[in-house]
């Protein structure tokens, strides 16, 4: 009976989430427009006329015509996309962001530093030199490419400015010392889990955890989160992304779980659960007591907050983990309490957020049950003819 409702209770989850894919894919069509016309109250009859510009009228003054270019450009969660408006004597009016699924706290920040308010008022061929916002690069860089390829394309396309020159965008040169270290550090967890390592086991697991402490938590910050795990589901990585190292440790983390069973990434490489950890070491704690309805509720919220982010396609609106926070010091108030709370509940329990509310853990504990239930039926078959 348990196993049956464990069961239901797993396809149920599965068809929450589909809904709510589909649910978002007819939402974000119906948006597309809605959202350009919020550019500006004052602009009425926005009609596109070519790749990625449209042209709209001043409601005050309907001879008057204003040109509006949109682009996207790869951010830390997927597409972030802009917009620019343009009055037909070629000055810029206002600039806006449209669409981004980085988390809102950088945009926030960007945002309150004046990035955007740079360009209004300037020509068309006369740009602002803008440097990336501290703590928010890769989104403010996405936000300064667009707005300049934009402006470029206006610039070409209503008033005979230098054709935008078209370049694809390389692969960054900063992400290969990124993806080796992850590599590196599976392969090297990976064989200290194996029976074939032949040293101390104890120290060397806990030589990979301070590594993955300074790689994936302070250096590169690629921890993956529940918002990794939405953003895969939804798609929107398809159109690029600034970084994939978030995306090459969810992938290989997921690999290695099923290939060894083991669950290597939150035992030896999650940054958060080694900071855990560590501080739960210095009091010698144990880990807290959990009961099953703790365990129910950690999952139940984790699919709730996973199927908004899939509904609004927006997977900033899954992150409720304390990385950023903890890591690189950003993030909501909230953020900051609960990150305050779980650094001061590792002294008395140990890794207190991975028992108790990491929705990473809940996914993991889901796969370990598909495993065990679908993929491996001839054991189950097995153990029950030998307990017959």
């Known amino acids: 009976m348990r196993l049956d409702l464990k069961k239901a209770a797993a396809l149920v989850s599965l068809l929450i989430l589909a809904l709510a894919w589909i649910g978002g894919s007819l939402r974000q069509e119906k948006n597309a427009v809605a959202r350009l016309e919020s550019l500006s109250a004052e602009v009425t009859d926005i009609r596109q006329v070519g790749d990625a510009l449209f042209e709209g009228r001043k409601k005050n003054d309907p001879q008057s015509r204003v040109f509006i270019g949109v682009q996207s450009r790869p951010g830390y969660g997927g597409p972030l996309t802009v917009a620019v408006m343009v009055n037909d004597s070629g000055l810029i009016e206002k600039t806006a962001i449209l669409h981004s699924t980085d988390t809102s706290t950088y945009l926030t920040k960007i945002v309150g530093q004046g990035l955007l308010k740079a360009f209004p008022g300037r020509e068309v061929d006369d740009l602002p030199e803008v440097d990336a916002v501290s703590g928010a690069t890769i989104s403010s860089t996405a936000i300064i490419e667009g707005l300049t390829r934009a402006l470029t394309q206006v610039g070409h396309e209503k ?68 918002s990794t795990v939405t953003l895969f589901l939804g798609g929107s990585w398809l159109k690029g992304l600034a970084t994939f190292g978030p995306f090459l440790v969810l992938g290989l983390a997921v690999l290695v779980f099923f290939v060894t069973r083991k669950n290597l990434y939150c035992a030896t490489l999650c940054p958060f659960g080694v900071l855990q950890e560590g501080l739960s070491r210095i009091t010698g704690c144990s880990p807290p007591p959990v009961s099953p309805w703790m365990t129910w509720a950690a999952r139940g919220f984790a699919l709730l907050v996973m199927s908004a982010a899939l509904y609004f396609r927006d997977p900033s609106r899954a992150t409720y983990e304390p990385f950023g926070m903890a890591f690189n010091f950003i993030g909501s108030s909230a953020l900051f309490v609960l990150t305050i709370l779980v650094v001061l509940s590792s002294m008395v329990f140990k890794r207190p957020w991975c028992r108790l509310l990491c929705p990473i853990g809940c996914l993991f504990d889901y796969f370990q049950f598909i495993r065990n239930t679908w993929l491996n039926p001839r054991k189950r078959s097995s153990r029950k003819e030998l307990q017959a």
């Open 159 to 226: 008033f005979g400015r230098a054709r935008p020159e078209s370049s694809s965008r390389s692969f960054p040169s900063g992400e290969w010392p990124k993806l080796l270290a992850i590599f590196l550090l599976f392969g090297a967890a990976w064989y200290v889990s194996s029976q074939r390592f032949p040293w101390n086991k104890k120290w060397a697991r806990w030589g990979i955890m301070l590594a993955a402490l300074i790689a994936f938590g302070f250096a590169y910050g690629c921890q993956f989160s529940l």
